[in-house]
């Protein structure tokens, strides 16, 4: 594998005279954030440049009570600690509510001075105890609640989401709550993509009010550039973006941000997946950790860190890695650890606990944990990804980074053995643009099928705990369609306008498009699980490491479909089943036990010659089209999920490499795809523009 070597200069930025507590001086563009009079706000800064600080203060200064919301649970954990020391070194006292159970918070209201509040669904579950999560959200925002008191709210936007469309108990008292909080912060904003950055933009414009008379302010953290500020752009024309200036060298008052990096750059076109990629990304774990570390004189407590897009790959390498570390004689439990989806969070290590030691995870350690590693071995094939993972490395000391690129990427690097790190960031905006955030989506004839799935959602009918649909209420969902559509006006990116593909706001013809099977299956399960549908699945012992027991958790559809195994009932490990799973699913709940990790298929699909999937996202049905799998159990437990909540959509001509984001099952016989989830939509979309295209030609 051909490969380039290639150093990236340091970063310095600008300090100010200002600061506050016992926190170091602002940064420059910490201060224009604090200090700005516009009510929409874009902080444009690289990862450890200090965005959150910056908004937290913001939102102090203005006495404003504020809704911090993070694409992930496990970011959301990681930042109550970090948020909370941040207040506690400008002489705030915070009081955290929402991790302990058994946590007497109402009578440290007296003592304390600001409430710093944890609610996701995982956190909720975790409080409820078993009870109905909406009592336990109501009674925390209802009794946390004091005129002049400041609050933070960490959460995700799909747990305001539900909160928007009444899925908890106690709805109206708890959105009425939510409406006390007066600024809303979206980190990590360049994460989001395709539907979900269509709901969050359409949900914020709700939970602001009318465009003339906003009643929320909005900020919006984000490490990088491209379609999605050129979306904020246009539709709140008033907003400012704070980009943080970036220095090559030391000057008076300026702090060093990033430190020098060696990257060996390799080219990688797709995903890493096979054995050869984990013999090499094995290689290249040992023989970084044999290498004298540079510019280190103290050993680190991860040495080496690696960052794959893969669970399974990630899980193999870590294997790989045990192995290889044994036959050096060094105990791998004491030696390789492992953060992803798949790790239970009690049995995560924190990396206080680890000494010298390897460490391999997916995106789970790309946001929120401030490494200090020497070295690093990471791919990336997104913009997002690759600077969220660059920036794991280099910010308190050298780092050796082992970089695995797809060519558009990697090829920038020829030729060159020295690079600005604003020269990176250059290289990355423009060799990346391929996957984008599909931005545009929001203004396109694709975005009216989510409004209508949000306003029918909102109106749905449920059992007493939230947990079960009852019927839909059309004629006020084809009301509040209405409503959200002014709200949503003005969205727009470049020269398109959501309000010019809309389609018709007749009584008659939204009551019509609303009752659409697709928007039915939209409004029940389309922004509650993720893009896919999830499998309960469960890993035998020792396959994490050799002390591990058995792993229960959801798996991806797609990636479980790509594994072999067994599918049983999950009546037969009930009592080991953490208490999450129990509250989402039934004993007679299909679970697939794994029994190996090998990526074996590619799971593929069979169309009847009746199929309906044409030119149009439709809800699947296994009459139509039925999954080939090696394991029949599998197909059919597949089939039954896809059957009940996805939609799907016939993408002909689609390709493996066509953005590895989009989840989607290959056809049996032919050339295409069936894209499947929400996704369809856009598959749908970049379908009808392909189609557009042609004509035009």
Same mark, same amino acid.
């Given at each position: 594998?051909a490969?380039?070597?290639?150093t990236i200069?340091?970063?310095?930025?600008?300090l100010t005279?200002?600061?506050?507590g016992?926190?170091?001086?602002?940064y420059?563009?910490?201060?224009?954030?604090i200090?700005s009079e516009?009510?929409v706000i874009?902080l444009?800064?690289?990862t450890?440049? %200090?965005?959150?600080l910056?908004a937290l203060?913001?939102? +102090?200064a203005?006495?404003?009570s504020a809704i911090?919301?993070?694409?992930?649970?496990?970011?959301?954990?990681?930042q109550?600690?970090s948020i909370?020391d941040?207040?506690?070194?400008?002489g705030?006292?915070?009081?955290i509510i929402?991790?302990d159970?058994?946590?007497?918070?109402?009578t440290?209201?007296?003592?304390?001075?600001?409430?710093?509040l944890c609610?996701?669904?995982?956190?909720?579950e975790v409080?409820?105890?078993?009870?109905?999560?909406?009592?336990v959200?109501?009674?925390v925002?209802t009794?946390?609640?004091r005129?002049?008191r400041?609050?933070?709210?960490?959460?995700?936007p799909d747990?305001i989401?539900?909160?928007?469309?009444?899925r908890y108990?106690r709805?109206?008292?708890?959105y009425?709550?939510?409406?006390?909080?007066?600024?809303?912060?979206?980190?990590?904003?360049?994460?989001?993509?395709?539907?979900a950055?269509?709901?969050?933009?359409?949900m914020?414009?709700?939970i602001?009010?009318s465009?003339?008379?906003?009643?929320? /302010?909005?900020?919006?953290?984000?490490?990088?550039?491209?379609e999605?500020?050129?979306l904020?752009?246009?539709?709140?024309?008033?907003?400012e973006i704070?980009k943080a200036n970036h220095?090559?060298?030391?000057?008076?008052?300026?702090?060093?941000m990033?430190f020098?990096?060696?990257?060996?750059?390799?080219?990688?076109e797709?995903?890493?997946?096979?054995?050869?990629d984990v013999?090499?990304?094995?290689?290249d774990?040992?023989?970084?950790?044999?290498?004298?570390p540079?510019?280190?004189?103290?050993?680190?407590?991860v040495k080496?860190l690696?960052?794959?897009?893969?669970?399974?790959?990630?899980?193999?390498?870590?294997?790989?890695v045990?192995e290889?570390?044994?036959?050096?004689?060094?105990?791998p439990s004491?030696?390789?650890?492992q953060?992803?989806?798949?790790?239970?969070?009690e049995?995560?290590?924190?990396?206080?606990?680890?000494?010298?030691?390897?460490l391999?995870?997916?995106?789970a350690?790309?946001? %929120? +944990?401030?490494?200090?590693?020497?070295?690093?071995?990471?791919e990336?094939h997104?913009?997002?990804s690759?600077l969220q993972?660059?920036?794991?490395?280099?910010?308190?000391h050298?780092c050796g980074?082992?970089?695995?690129?797809?060519?558009?990427?990697a090829?920038r690097?020829?030729?060159? /053995?020295h690079?600005?790190f604003?020269e990176?960031?250059?290289?990355a905006?423009a060799?990346?643009?391929?996957?984008?955030?599909?931005?545009?989506?929001l203004?396109?004839?694709?975005a009216r099928?989510?409004?209508?799935?949000?306003?029918l959602?909102a109106t749905?009918?449920?059992s007493?705990h939230g947990?079960?649909?009852?019927?839909?209420?059309?004629p006020?969902?084809?009301q509040f369609?209405?409503?959200?559509v002014l709200?949503?006006?003005?969205?727009?990116?470049?020269?398109?306008?959501l309000?010019?593909? +809309?389609?018709?706001?007749?009584?008659?013809?939204?009551l019509?498009?609303?009752?659409?099977?697709?928007?039915?299956?939209?409004?029940?399960?389309?922004?509650l699980?993720?893009?896919l549908?999830?499998v309960?699945?469960? +890993?035998?012992?020792?396959?994490l490491?050799?002390?591990?027991?058995?792993?229960?958790?959801?798996t991806?559809?797609?990636e479980?479909?790509?594994?072999?195994?067994?599918?049983?009932?999950?009546?037969?490990?009930?009592?080991?089943?953490?208490l999450?799973?129990?509250?989402r699913?039934?004993?007679?709940?299909?679970?697939?036990?794994i029994?190996?990790?090998?990526?074996?298929?590619h799971?593929?699909?069979?169309?009847?010659v009746k199929?309906?999937?044409k030119?149009?996202?439709?809800t699947?049905?296994?009459?139509?089209?039925?999954?080939?799998?090696?394991?029949?159990?599998?197909a059919?437990v597949?089939?039954?999920?896809?059957?009940?909540?996805?939609?799907?959509?016939?993408?002909?001509?689609?390709?493996r490499?066509?953005?590895?984001?989009?989840?989607?099952l290959?056809?049996?016989?032919?050339?295409?795809?069936?894209?499947?989830?929400?996704?369809?939509l856009i598959a749908?979309?970049?379908?009808e523009?392909?189609q557009?295209?042609?004509?035009?030609?």
């Amino acid at each position: 594998m051909a490969e380039n070597v290639v150093t990236i200069g340091e970063v310095y930025v600008q300090l100010t005279g200002r600061r506050i507590g016992k926190l170091d001086p602002f940064y420059e563009h910490q201060v224009r954030t604090i200090d700005s009079e516009k009510r929409v706000i874009v902080l444009d800064a690289p990862t450890g440049s %200090g965005k959150t600080l910056a908004a937290l203060a913001r939102v +102090i200064a203005k006495k404003q009570s504020a809704i911090f919301a993070y694409p992930t649970n496990a970011l959301v954990k990681n930042q109550v600690e970090s948020i909370a020391d941040l207040l506690r070194k400008i002489g705030r006292k915070p009081n955290i509510i929402g991790e302990d159970p058994k946590q007497d918070w109402a009578t440290a209201l007296d003592s304390t001075d600001i409430d710093l509040l944890c609610l996701t669904g995982e956190s909720l579950e975790v409080l409820a105890e078993k009870k109905a999560k909406g009592t336990v959200m109501d009674k925390v925002l209802t009794g946390t609640y004091r005129k002049g008191r400041l609050r933070i709210l960490l959460t995700n936007p799909d747990t305001i989401y539900l909160a928007f469309i009444g899925r908890y108990y106690r709805q109206g008292r708890i959105y009425e709550q939510l409406g006390t909080f007066k600024a809303v912060v979206v980190d990590e904003f360049h994460l989001y993509s395709g539907p979900a950055l269509a709901r969050l933009i359409f949900m914020l414009n709700e939970i602001r009010g009318s465009p003339d008379n906003p009643l929320v /302010d909005l900020i919006f953290l984000s490490a990088t550039h491209g379609e999605s500020v050129s979306l904020l752009q246009g539709t709140f024309p008033d907003l400012e973006i704070v980009k943080a200036n970036h220095y090559s060298g030391p000057a008076e008052n300026r702090k060093q941000m990033r430190f020098r990096s060696r990257c060996i750059v390799k080219a990688a076109e797709r995903v890493m997946s096979d054995d050869e990629d984990v013999e090499q990304a094995s290689d290249d774990i040992i023989r970084l950790y044999q290498t004298e570390p540079p510019g280190e004189t103290q050993a680190a407590n991860v040495k080496v860190l690696g960052v794959f897009s893969s669970v399974i790959f990630a899980i193999r390498v870590a294997k790989r890695v045990s192995e290889r570390v044994s036959a050096l004689g060094l105990d791998p439990s004491k030696t390789v650890y492992q953060i992803h989806g798949f790790v239970p969070r009690e049995q995560r290590v924190s990396t206080s606990g680890m000494n010298n030691a390897i460490l391999i995870g997916t995106s789970a350690v790309e946001v %929120g +944990i401030d490494f200090d590693v020497p070295f690093m071995v990471m791919e990336a094939h997104d913009l997002a990804s690759f600077l969220q993972r660059f920036g794991r490395g280099g910010r308190h000391h050298e780092c050796g980074y082992i970089l695995y690129l797809p060519l558009a990427m990697a090829g920038r690097f020829s030729g060159q /053995d020295h690079m600005e790190f604003n020269e990176l960031l250059g290289h990355a905006i423009a060799a990346f643009s391929e996957l984008p955030s599909y931005a545009d989506f929001l203004c396109s004839s694709g975005a009216r099928a989510i409004l209508l799935a949000m306003a029918l959602a909102a109106t749905m009918k449920h059992s007493r705990h939230g947990a079960s649909s009852v019927g839909f209420d059309y004629p006020s969902a084809a009301q509040f369609f209405k409503e959200l559509v002014l709200l949503n006006s003005g969205v727009r990116i470049g020269d398109h306008a959501l309000t010019d593909v +809309i389609g018709s706001l007749l009584d008659d013809e939204v009551l019509f498009d609303i009752k659409h099977r697709t928007i039915q299956t939209l409004a029940e399960n389309g922004f509650l699980r993720g893009t896919l549908n999830s499998v309960v699945s469960r +890993i035998g012992g020792g396959v994490l490491s050799p002390q591990s027991g058995p792993v229960f958790m959801e798996t991806d559809l797609i990636e479980a479909l790509r594994l072999q195994g067994r599918v049983e009932k999950a009546s037969a490990y009930w009592e080991d089943l953490p208490l999450t799973l129990k509250t989402r699913y039934s004993p007679d709940t299909p679970l697939f036990s794994i029994d190996d990790l090998m990526w074996r298929w590619h799971p593929r699909v069979a169309l009847s010659v009746k199929n309906p999937y044409k030119d149009h996202a439709a809800t699947y049905f296994s009459r139509h089209s039925t999954v080939k799998f090696g394991n029949p159990a599998m197909a059919e437990v597949a089939d039954s999920l896809l059957n009940e909540r996805n939609l799907a959509f016939l993408w002909k001509g689609s390709g493996r490499r066509l953005d590895y984001r989009i989840p989607r099952l290959y056809l049996e016989q032919g050339e295409g795809a069936l894209v499947v989830g929400d996704w369809a939509l856009i598959a749908q979309y970049l379908w009808e523009k392909q189609q557009e295209a042609d004509t035009a030609s």
